[in-house]
């Protein structure tokens, strides 16, 4: 038995159940600091430092001159993405990963394995990997259990991998469309992200991988939209819209990582934060797990935010805040905290308190149990498929109840869509007609890293629009419109000329993914507004005008990572479909929307705009952010958040309130009986809003605190009931204290935060109330089906 096995054996006797363990704290007092501090740094053994980047400056900052024996050679915290940092085969990444942690457990004393995490936003980003759809896909479906199922099934294939930690889900609230990341969010709501946010953290935690709930937090409302820039966020915001899916990931879905957002909060870069990652994430909401840096993210303190001078101090101000590993290679947390702690300037302290987190968490993953293999369970198998069938059918799932049916015009005498059985002549055309890559967002893999592989080939089957048409209906006209940056005369001349000679023209628009100008949607691709990118607008119209001569049936389909204007083109396309890069089932999923095979139930998480500039904000605002007297704009969106159409229709009766009053400390039910009145079959989302229309502080005109997706059969109907606590009212009052208050709400059952279709009046009667992270977060709902 080598040192390392026995003093491993003899730590595994040590262990003891619960948070903590004899076996951790005998590990703190024997560890030289060197070995303390190897345990709180990755390390990215395929990194590039030169050509595309998957990470914001990669190239500067991954470069590492020590050798793999060196950098091991007092043990490894986690190791970084090795199935997603280059194309590799599942199986030979399995046993580089083995080789790997063998050598780590062989070179230092204690013989503790590297905890191994990867991408999995959309899927785990790996070679051949299942491209699911993105999250602001999952956000349109409004269905938490399949974002659970498809979490569990994502957590299932890493562990088979041998990975420990997923680094999803994103839980930013939109709040600027123009954000390149807009595609990684799960909406404009922080209700909405936070129930799906924490149920795919349910099923990844419940596969057995660590999730890590990020940015936290305000990423997403940098100034402009742009990527990293400065956000300009009062604490009353910051408490009401961006924490709350934090707050319920933590609470109910059981997250046991979170990493800091890049951005900087009036002046105060989230990585340096102690208030934000130890007061309140640790004191207050009382987080046992570990804060983890986004990538390079300490190392960014010194160098574009300059809040530190060097290396050894952005490391002391990021282990002070509360940040307990940097990732995702050794810098600042190496040598430069080192020689800080050694000088006196760093309490030794402060690194135990954080690696006792990573030991604890390492101990929960079995990685210090004498009887860890090293050999993923894959090896063993001898075999695996990371994009098995099951996997398809809920990718294809997940994708067709993403897509929006914004709009469904007449055409010959009835609704455009669905399309007829048989068509005489079908053309798809635009830029994304005949491209794989409109289906998927900048995380999947082939987006993320395969683009810059053109010798290696997908590893996944992906139909485009043009294909998935012509499995179903054979001959079809299509023609590859360009790209979504650029479309020539002749290319706009030729799609034309299909949509004047067939009887149904498709025309696919949108975004293709990448990072940091490497595509108009993803990590990095900002918009400077919200009009269709490059030559796509004028493309679109001038081949809708094409068709209207020709009375041809159109049906624009945006497939994006973020919704664009279209104003100039609803009330001339004959329908128009919205999807969230729906992922590698995408095309099909279309096709089974388009024809009817499956009926339309998604909803805008984000609101589509009229104009290109018009909209930059969401439908969560205050009276004065909507259109007024006092400006020339008009910032109505042409589709709210929650808008999607059906193939059926659906009536709502029995409206009731359980109460006229209640107390501040007491709970309501608000009932109604949904109808399918329609011939098919189809759901329809029942959404909740609340409205406070005298507050102590300005509220918004209404947010959504409950909703549910209710399946109906043709002239069936259901019983909803939600339960509104009067938690579900507090916000942060003029003290910075959030608060329940006395006072008149109305709830307004509605089909979008632009339909209502009832409204309850409640009063709220007793003494202004605090509450804490110990209140009410969810809106439970019950859904009794009538024969």
Not at 146 to 171: E, N, T
Not at 218 to 223: F, H, I, K, L, V
Not at 330 to 349: S, T, W, Y
Request: charge should be negative; proline fraction near 6%.
């Amino acid at each position: 038995m080598t040192s390392g096995a026995a003093e491993k054996q003899a730590l595994s006797q040590d262990s003891v159940p619960g948070g903590g363990s004899d076996a951790v704290e005998r590990l703190i007092r024997e560890m030289t600091l060197e070995e303390k501090l190897a345990q709180l740094a990755g390390v990215w053994v395929n990194a590039s430092t030169d050509g595309d980047s998957v990470a914001p400056l990669q190239n500067e900052m991954a470069g590492d001159g020590r050798s793999w024996e060196e950098v091991i050679s007092n043990g490894l915290g986690q190791i970084t993405r090795m199935y997603g940092t280059v194309p590799v085969e599942p199986l030979e990444g399995a046993r580089r990963l083995a080789a790997a942690q063998e050598q780590i457990m062989a070179a230092s004393r204690f013989g503790i394995p590297a905890q191994v995490h990867e991408e999995c936003l959309a899927g785990l980003a790996a070679w051949k990997a299942t491209a699911f759809p993105v999250p602001l896909a999952w956000g349109a479906t409004f269905n938490p259990a399949l974002v659970r199922r498809m979490a569990g099934l994502i957590g299932d294939q890493m562990r088979q991998l041998g990975v420990h930690q997923g680094l999803a889900p994103v839980l930013d609230v939109v709040r600027d469309l123009r954000w390149g990341r807009v595609e990684e969010t799960i909406g404009e709501d922080p209700y909405l992200v936070g129930i799906l946010a924490s149920s795919y953290v349910e099923g990844l935690e419940g596969a057995g991988i660590v999730a890590t709930l990020k940015h936290f937090v305000g990423y997403s409302a940098s100034r402009a939209g742009r990527n990293h820039a400065p956000v300009s966020m009062g604490p009353r915001e910051l408490a009401d819209v961006m924490l709350p899916p934090f707050e319920l990931a933590i609470k109910y879905g059981g997250a046991r990582s979170v990493m800091h957002a890049y951005t900087d909060t009036d002046g105060l870069p989230a990585a340096a934060n102690r208030a934000l990652l130890t007061s309140l994430l640790r004191d207050e909401w009382g987080f046992a797990g570990t804060v983890v840096a986004d990538y390079f993210g300490v190392a960014f303190l010194n160098v574009t935010h300059g809040v530190a001078a060097d290396s050894g101090e952005a490391a002391a101000l990021a282990l002070t805040a509360g940040v307990d590993v940097e990732l995702p290679t050794v810098n600042c947390f190496g040598m430069p905290l080192q020689e800080r702690v050694r000088g006196g300037a760093v309490a030794e302290a402060l690194v135990d308190t954080a690696l006792r987190r990573v030991l604890t968490q390492k101990q929960e993953a079995g990685l210090l149990s004498s009887d860890f293999n090293p050999a993923p369970p894959a090896l063993a198998a001898g075999t695996i498929n990371l994009d098995p069938a099951v996997n398809r059918e809920l990718a294809r799932e997940i994708a067709a109840q993403s897509l929006v049916l914004l709009s469904n015009r007449t055409h010959d005498g009835g609704p455009a869509l669905p399309l007829p059985g048989t068509l005489s002549a079908l053309g798809v055309v635009g830029p994304l007609a005949q491209d794989p890559f409109a289906m998927l967002g900048c995380y999947s893999f082939d987006a993320h890293v395969g683009a810059s592989h053109p010798d290696v080939p997908m590893g996944i089957r992906i139909p485009t629009v043009a294909d998935a048409a012509a499995s179903r209906f054979g001959s079809v006209r299509s023609a590859a419109t360009g790209t979504c940056e650029t479309i020539t005369e002749e290319q706009i001349e030729e799609a034309c000329t299909i949509a004047s000679e067939v009887d149904t023209c498709v025309i696919a628009v949108g975004d293709n993914a990448g990072l940091f100008g490497r595509g108009t949607s993803g990590e990095g691709n900002d918009a400077p507004d919200l009009r269709l990118p490059g030559d796509q607008h004028r493309m679109l119209d001038r081949v809708l005008a094409a068709a209207e001569a020709a009375g041809t049936r159109t049906v624009v389909v945006v497939l994006s990572g973020r919704p664009y204007a279209l104003g100039d083109f609803v009330d001339r396309a004959s329908a128009i479909i919205q999807g969230f890069f729906p992922g590698e089932e995408g095309g099909e999923a279309l096709w089974d929307v388009l024809t009817g095979v499956v009926n339309p139930s998604g909803k805008l998480p984000v609101s589509v705009p009229r104009t290109p500039g018009g909209q930059p904000g969401t439908y969560l605002r205050s009276r004065l952010a909507g259109p007024s007297g006092v400006s020339a704009l008009d910032p109505s969106p042409l589709f709210g958040f929650g808008h999607g159409l059906s193939y059926t229709s659906f009536a709502f009766s029995d409206h009731v309130a359980g109460a006229p009053a209640m107390s501040t400390a007491e709970a309501v039910t608000v009932s109604c009986t949904v109808t399918n009145t329609g011939a098919v079959d189809g759901a329809e989302v029942v959404q909740l809003y609340l409205e406070d229309p005298v507050g102590e502080v300005v509220r918004p005109v209404r947010e959504l605190i409950g909703f549910a997706r209710v399946e109906l059969a043709a002239g069936s109907s259901a019983a909803v009931e939600f339960t509104v606590h009067a938690d579900r009212t507090s916000f942060t009052g003029v003290d910075l204290k959030r608060v329940v208050t006395p006072g008149l709400v109305k709830l307004h059952v509605a089909t979008s935060s632009t339909q209502d279709v009832h409204t309850h009046e409640v009063i709220l009667h007793g003494e202004r109330r605090v509450v804490g992270f110990d209140r009410e977060m969810l809106t439970p709902v019950r859904i009794t089906q009538h024969i």
